[in-house]
């Protein structure tokens, strides 16, 4: 794990983590694996998982996933357009 993910990771643990003070590391770790859906063993569980997890725990489950959300188009027909090159991003 590169250092800024695991930065990320810890800034978005410390604010989840605050909500349940009563579970000790592992213990959430695991709640937050078994919110996520994630079955496996937890030595198995990706930062990846955990990162985007936190950053969607609380939020409406329709939501744009961050990191997609540059490229999310609400019509489908302006997407189909703009990859075919007829609409041209202002830059």
């Given amino acids: 794990?590169?250092?800024?993910?695991?930065?990320?990771?810890?800034?978005?643990?410390?604010?989840?983590?605050?909500?349940d003070p009563d579970l000790n590391?592992?213990?959430?770790?695991?709640?937050?694996?078994?919110?996520s859906g994630?079955?496996?063993p937890l030595s198995e569980l990706t930062d990846d998982v955990l990162?985007?997890?936190?950053?969607?725990?609380d939020t409406d489950s329709q939501s744009v996933?961050?990191?997609l959300k540059?490229?999310?188009e609400v019509d489908f027909k302006t997407a189909l357009l703009r990859a075919r090159g007829v609409i041209k991003d202002d830059e």
């Fill in 38 to 40: 994630f079955s496996g």
């Fill in 70 to 72: 540059k490229d999310y």
């Fill in 1 to 19: 794990m590169k250092y800024h993910r695991l930065n990320e990771l810890l800034e978005l643990l410390q604010p989840a983590w605050q909500k």
């Fill in 65 to 67: 996933i961050p990191g």
């Fill in 51 to 57: 990162i985007y997890h936190l950053k969607m725990r």
């Fill in 25 to 35: 590391l592992l213990p959430f770790l695991q709640k937050l694996a078994q919110e």
